[in-house]
């Protein structure tokens, strides 16, 4: 019996997935889908992550771009390397370590993210 439910959650889970998807993309000016994939597919952030860019799942696109938002207003960038992020308490939580280059910030948003 335990193993007939696991198929029944992971189709669940799939389905709560791609109704997240459609809600998420909406459709763009010209009515016609917007896309759902790849780096517009709406993922979940970890609570940490979440801290700050938000909750609810969102496009990595916006994930990104609201860290970047975040780097800029509290002046998390190093003054003599810009491509340099010095981590906050917030940021530190997400990186695992007190700088990090916006080069292998992805890489670390990626564990973070479902």
Same mark, same amino acid.
């Given at each position: 019996? #335990? @193993?007939?439910? =696991?198929? +029944? &959650?992971?189709? %669940?889970?799939? !389905?709560?997935?791609?109704?997240? #998807? @459609?809600?998420? =993309?909406? +459709? &763009?000016?010209? %009515?016609?889908? !917007?896309?759902?994939?790849?780096?517009? @597919?709406?993922?979940?952030?970890?609570?940490?992550?979440?801290?700050?860019?938000?909750?609810?799942?969102?496009?990595?696109?916006?994930?990104?771009?609201?860290?970047?938002?975040?780097?800029?207003?509290?002046?998390?960038?190093?003054?003599?390397?810009?491509?340099?992020?010095?981590?906050?308490?917030?940021?530190?939580?997400?990186?695992?370590?007190?700088?990090?280059?916006?080069?292998?910030?992805?890489?670390?948003?990626?564990?973070?993210?479902?």
């Amino acid at each position: 019996m #335990a @193993k007939a439910a =696991a198929p +029944k &959650k992971e189709a %669940g889970e799939k !389905a709560a997935k791609e109704k997240v #998807a @459609k809600e998420v =993309a909406g +459709k &763009k000016k010209d %009515g016609t889908p !917007a896309r759902v994939d790849g780096i517009h @597919k709406p993922v979940i952030p970890s609570p940490e992550l979440a801290a700050v860019v938000g909750e609810g799942a969102k496009p990595r696109s916006e994930i990104i771009s609201k860290l970047w938002e975040h780097i800029k207003a509290n002046d998390l960038q190093d003054p003599k390397d810009k491509r340099q992020i010095n981590a906050d308490e917030k940021l530190e939580k997400v990186f695992g370590k007190k700088s990090v280059s916006m080069f292998e910030m992805n890489k670390h948003v990626s564990a973070h993210v479902k």
